[in-house]
């Protein structure tokens, strides 16, 4: 496909090479030539090895942990195919790191989302490529386009061929306040009513479990939010959910952070299945029997080829 005389490339950093792969061979195109590696004293070295002028370039990284060192390897990779003179470069970022820091929580906090957005656009994107951001909002704090797209309907796809459309007894349940709107689309897909857990959380990465609105004993409930960190708040929504009569309880989620005591957590939980999409990579010691994740490499892919076609993205979400 050649549809403005550009040619497109691929590129990644070390984040999620899996998956920069993946969705390379979707595309049909092999990954960039380029080396991503570190002088002894750790600052990140980049080596791009093909000529990209003029070319229509996308990166392909997560700002997944090591955090910090997956977000300089993406600031760099876009100087230097911008140094480069590449003709135009989107950050394809599965998962946007620092995005939970969006507002002044309390006072002197920094809005670090912000911060990132602004690095991002100084180092020469020219758009960003991501899903689910923990707040749709922050599509505002880049000068730049944004696409965003979805990982519900993964999910809710998933769900519903293995219950295989039989949902009667299935309920969607959203762990806070804050991620109703993604569980309502989510309940909406497969046609089932939505419940709601209120809590309160009394400090970062500890919550307490007040109650539940919605009817849920005697149901199979799916536990949906858009990332899954220490899974202290899903685990907790999980064993009171089945203090209430629930009979199965799974979760899902787009971006599988599980950091800390999370792989302990979700082990001896209630949850019979975590479902989790590739948008961060899931390592050898992290994969237990309870934990499935699927793949977004289709959805990017397509994603790539359209911006790269000048076609509508908005189209995109509509089929999903």
Known sequence: MNLHGKDIKIFAGNSNRALAEEIAQKVGLPL???????FSDGEIAISIN???RGSDVFIVQSTCSPVNDNLVELLILIDALKRASAGRITAV???FGYARQDRKAKARDPISAKLVANLITVAGADRVLTMDLHAPQLQGFFDIPVDHLLGTPILAQYFYKKFKGETDDVVVVSPDIGSVGRSRKFAEKIDVPLAIIDKRRPKANVCEIMNIIGDVKDKRVILVD???????TVVNAANALKDMGATEIYACCTHGVLSGPAIDRIRTSAIKELVTLNT???????????????SVADVFAEAIERIYGDMSISSLFTQQ
Do not use: F, H
């Open 32 to 38: 960039g030539a380029s080396v991503v590696s570190k």
């Open 50 to 52: 093909e000529v990209v």
């Open 226 to 232: 858009d990332l899954i960190d220490t899974a202290g």
């Open 93 to 95: 970022m599965p998962y």
């Open 280 to 294: 961060i990579p899931l390592p050898n010691e992290k994969r237990i029997s309870k934990i499935t994740v699927l």
